[in-house]
């Protein structure tokens, strides 16, 4: 992974070189950032800089055997923690692991856990990891230089494991290099946030999402920049919609479902519907209820009539000619909340037919407000 594969973020891409440059790579560093920024493509990309044998000012070589190995994931130096579940080890998973990469640096949770088959599940990393990790690490390197350790989403990391980790942050082997990867900084304990330094990485720009989209995938360049404003300078979901699978389709079709049957007071058939969307896995529910989110707040900027506010799809921008006048300012604060408060029961292990149920009938009253 070269920085120059990156897209966008060269501020933080020269940030991180200059760190090189000036002999001073902190020992620990935290890249956090809304999903789909790039902070994961980031983290390897100067991994592969601390690891490269001859790197450049600007990047690395990409022809020692540093890059060589770095490359396909297989560079001795370079280790990978990440969440798991049914108490799996990562290095039981890391082919898995591995392929997922090899597709694609820019990828989400959901992304995992559909590689893992267990989207219904919660990964977590365990603290087997930490001994692991200690004991790979009391070795001397491999090539003569840094040892380099990715953690993805550290959040996901229990209490036994971040007391054993915090002790490694404070105390790391000579030439490792810790870069933590996080989604949501805020969850992880302060007394590791306070041993890092740390990278707030900001959404992709519109403008380089759509250059990517139309040098990397031959988008064609309106198509581009809609799929830009839509997704909201998050890579990885650009990607997604350009996978066109039917995913979102359904997510439309289930939206739609549930706000004509809300609006017409049809009990049973949202009672059928809260059954249907229950049987699904609990991360796919949550990614249903925030596209479900993101159409009611797109549906609400449709009446003000201005179309750089809109980053609908022509499917969706269809139904909001019909729809967005039952969302106004009586009642879009209103359903919003019931979408967030849905989204963090079944994130906490709520029953989803009781909640989603729930969330069905609030609507019912809100939606006629």
Known sequence: MRFSDVVGQRDTCRRLLMQVKENRVAHAQLFCGAEGSGKFALALAYASYLLCDNPSDHDVCGVCPSCVKTRILEHPDLHFIFPTVNRESCSSLFKLWKGMIGETPYFTLDTWL??????????????????????????????GG???VIIWLP?????????????????PPQGTVFLLVSDAPEMLLPTVVSRMQRFEVPPIS?????????????VDGQEAARIARQTRGSYAEALSVLKADNSELLFFDEFVLLMRKAYSRDIKGLLEWSAEIAGWGRERQKSFLAYALRLVRENFMYNFRIPQLNYMNDAEGNFATRFARFINERNVIGIMDELERACRDIGQNANPGIVLFDLAMKIIILIRK
């Open 146 to 148: 840094r040892k380099v």
């Open 114 to 143: 559909g590689e893992m088959g267990a989207e219904n599940q919660q990964p977590v990393i365990y603290s087997k990891e930490s001994e692991a990790i200690q004991q790979a690490l009391m070795l001397h390197s491999s090539e």
């Open 155 to 171: 959040e996901r990391m229990n209490d036994a494991t971040s007391n054993k980790m915090l002790k490694l942050f404070e105390e």
């Open 206 to 218: 519109n403008s380089d999402m759509t250059d990517a989209l139309v040098k990397l995938h031959g």
